[in-house]
Structures are given as structure tokens and as C-alpha cells.
């Protein structure tokens, strides 16, 4: 009978899929709010994030963090020009996905 050999186990390579999206959602001027999605993938995608098809990666307006495939894009206080379509793209060496969703930002 043949034994195999203890081998590490092949890593399955996966392109990046949302399994949690954004989702649209709606804040008042003035308050702190969260877009938030997760990701998989192997190996694990970076992500970037865009708010109308500009990234918005190395802003300062926002808090992002990306952390075991969850990307969280936080607003400390909402202004009426974060109203806006704010996207999430992952990336790895197998392919891209994209979610987007819509903020609505309520006068107070």
C-alpha cells in the first residue's frame, strides 16, 4: 500500500471574491460612518479604495484599515461632499474584483 509522505498541502490559488459587498447606505452631516466589505482570495488581495473612480487610498479624510481580508473605509465625521459612489478593488496575481456602493449624506 502506498503511504504518502507528510507534505505540506497544495495551496489552492483563488482570485479575489467579495464575499461580503458594500452596501449603500445613508449618514447625517456631522456623524462618523463606516463602508465595510470582506475578501478572499489566495494568495490574500491588496485593496484599494475609490470614492467617484478616484483613489482614495492615501487620504487623510478617511481611516481604512484591511485586515485578515475585512476593508474598512471609515469616515471620522461626514460631510455633504462625501456624498458619493465609493468603490473597493482587490487585486492579486489572479485576477480583480470590484463592489461599490452608494453614500447618501443627510443635511442635519
Do not use: H
Not at 505540506?8 to 483563488?14: G, H, M, R, T, Y
Not at 471574491?17 to 470582506?38: D, N
Not at 475585512?70 to 485576477?95: H, I, M, P, S, W
Amino acid at each position: 500500500m502506498f503511504t504518502k509522505t507528510e507534505a505540506e498541502p497544495e495551496e489552492q490559488l483563488s482570485p479575489p471574491i467579495f464575499t461580503k459587498r458594500l452596501e449603500p447606505g445613508t449618514s447625517q452631516e456631522g456623524s462618523a460612518f463606516q463602508m465595510e466589505c470582506k475578501v478572499e482570495g489566495n494568495p490574500l488581495p491588496t485593496v484599494q479604495w475609490f470614492k467617484n473612480d478616484v483613489c482614495i487610498d492615501n487620504s487623510a479624510d478617511y481611516a481604512i484599515t484591511y485586515n485578515n481580508g475585512e476593508a474598512v473605509l471609515r469616515f471620522e465625521e461626514v460631510f455633504l461632499e462625501d456624498q458619493a459612489e465609493y468603490c473597493c478593488k482587490a487585486t492579486n496575481k489572479l485576477g480583480v474584483d470590484v463592489c461599490s456602493a452608494k453614500l447618501t449624506v443627510e443635511r442635519k
